[in-house]
C-alpha cells in the first residue's frame, strides 16, 4: 500500500458550514478515522483498542511489548490480518514456549482501549510497573539538540496536516536521528506503532529517544521505558503520576515550552552546552 492509498484509509471528507463574523459557508474537511482493531493472542481475544488505520502489525508488536506479552521478536510466530492489509483483526500466535509463560498475563480479562487513554485502575497500573526496569544511560543531549529533536516532529505528521486531529511520534537514535516515525488518532497507539515497527524489525536496541506530539502520561512513559527510550521529549508537561515513573526508571523527562524547555527528571543527560 502506498503513502496516497495510506492517507486515504485514514481520513473521511466531510462538508462541514464554516461560521464566520460575516456569514456562513461550506467547506470541505477531512476528520481522521477511528476504527477498532482486536488483537487476539492464541485464538483469544486479549485487548481492543480504537485507533486509526494503518500499520497494524507494527501496532500489534508494540502493544504486546509493552504488555509484557513479548519481549522479543523471536517470542512471536506469527501476526496475521484476517482480512488482508484492511483488517481490524490482528491475530497473533506465539511460541510455545513463551505462551507458556505469559498464560497468566493472558488470563487478565479483555478491556478495550480508548483513543484518549489505554489503562486505568490501580491494579492495571501496579501490573504494569512489575514489568519495568530502570533505563540504560549512554547518552547525553544538548540544549540545543533536544530542541532541534522536538522541531523534527513537524516534518512527519501529514495526517496532522490534512485533519488537524492526529499525534506524532518519531524515535530517535543516539546520533538523534529518526529511525521510526508514526501517527494516530490516540498518542498511545502512535507510540505503539513506532516502537513496534523497531520491534519487528529488530532495531529496537537503537532507540534512544521519543519525541512526542503530546503530554507524557504515565502509559507513554511505561510503552518508551519497555523499549529502553533513555530521553522522552513532548509537546506538553507530563502528569505527575509520569514523572514519579520516570524518576523511578531514571528517565529523562522533558517539554517542550515556547524558545525552551522544561527539564523534569534525569537531568544528568542533559549537557550543559546551550
Given at each position: 500500500?502506498d ?17 464566520l ?59 496475521a490480518?484476517?482480512?488482508g ?8 500466535m ?28 490501580r ?7 512489575k ?19 522536538a ?15 492526529s ?13 521510526a516515525?508514526?501517527?494516530?488518532a490516540?498518542?498511545h ?10 520491534f ?5 536496541s ?8 503530546s ?16 530521553i ?22 522533558a ?20
Amino acid at each position: 500500500m502506498d503513502k496516497k492509498d495510506a492517507l486515504h484509509r485514514m481520513l473521511t471528507p466531510i462538508v462541514a458550514r464554516y461560521y464566520l463574523p460575516g456569514g456562513i459557508k461550506p467547506i470541505d474537511l477531512e476528520l481522521i478515522q477511528e476504527e477498532p482493531l482486536a488483537i487476539n493472542i492464541q485464538g483469544k481475544t486479549y485487548a481492543t483498542v480504537m485507533r486509526t488505520p494503518g500499520d497494524e502489525r507494527a501496532h500489534a508488536a508494540g502493544f504486546c511489548l509493552a504488555e509484557g506479552i513479548v519481549d522479543h521478536p523471536g517470542d512471536i510466530r506469527d501476526i496475521a490480518l484476517c482480512d488482508g492489509e484492511n483488517s481490524n483483526v490482528a491475530a497473533i500466535m506465539l511460541t510455545q514456549a513463551r505462551y507458556e509463560q505469559v498464560n497468566a498475563i493472558l488470563g487478565n480479562k479483555s478491556r478495550v482501549s480508548q483513543t484518549s487513554c489505554g489503562i486505568c485502575g490501580r491494579e492495571i497500573i501496579d501490573d504494569l510497573g512489575k514489568l519495568l526496569t530502570p533505563v540504560p544511560s549512554t547518552m547525553k543531549i544538548s540544549f540545543a539538540e533536544a530542541m532541534a529533536a522536538a522541531s523534527q516532529l513537524k516534518t512527519i505528521q501529514q495526517l496532522r496536516r490534512r485533519c488537524f486531529s492526529s499525534h506524532g511520534v518519531a524515535v530517535l537514535n543516539n546520533r538523534l536521528e529518526q529511525i521510526a516515525t508514526a501517527e494516530d488518532a490516540g498518542r498511545h497507539n502512535a507510540l505503539d506503532k513506532a516502537i513496534g515497527k523497531l520491534f519487528l524489525e529488530q532495531r529496537l536496541s537503537e532507540a534512544r529517544v521519543a519525541v512526542l506530539s503530546s503530554r507524557s502520561s504515565y502509559e507513554m512513559i511505561q510503552k518508551s521505558a519497555r523499549a529502553g527510550i533513555e530521553i522522552v521529549i513532548s509537546m506538553s508537561r507530563p502528569t505527575a503520576l509520569a514523572l514519579d515513573l520516570a524518576n523511578q526508571l531514571g528517565m529523562t523527562l522533558a517539554s517542550v515550552r515556547d524558545e525552551g524547555l522544561y527539564v523534569y527528571s534525569g537531568q544528568h543527560r542533559m549537557g550543559t552546552e546551550q
